[in-house]
């Protein structure tokens, strides 16, 4: 059995250290801010008190899921809502999966 060199594992064991971790997108967390950051200020811009009806109007804007993460991320910094960048693809995958239903 042929051994590796020690300059080559270490480099390995660094690069596996310092990848960035690809985590699964959270449908809860992205409800969750959904429901607490989104919904009330859609409620307001459609005037019927209903958040949900600004995803399902014939007239969007969101035409595609590159789409969707642009509005959220617009929405996240104009609105200063404070969000982490994992917190904005847990709300697209959330509202993709729930209005949207693009392709990934």
Not at 33 to 61: E, L, P, V, W
Not at 62 to 84: H, P, W
Request: net charge positive; hydrophobic share 40%.
């Amino acid at each position: 059995m042929k051994m590796i060199p020690r300059s080559v594992a270490v480099a390995v064991m660094s690069a596996l250290m310092t990848a960035p971790v690809l985590a699964t997108p959270d449908l809860a967390n992205g409800k969750a801010i959904d429901q607490q950051k989104c919904y009330s200020c859609h409620a307001k811009k459609t005037g019927f008190g209903n958040g949900d009806m600004i995803y399902t109007r014939s007239d969007g804007k969101v035409k595609s899921l590159a789409d969707l993460k642009k509005m959220i991320s617009l929405c996240n910094t104009e609105l200063r809502l404070d969000l982490f960048p994992e917190d904005e693809v847990d709300v697209a995958t959330f509202l993709n999966k729930q209005f949207y239903k693009f392709k990934p």
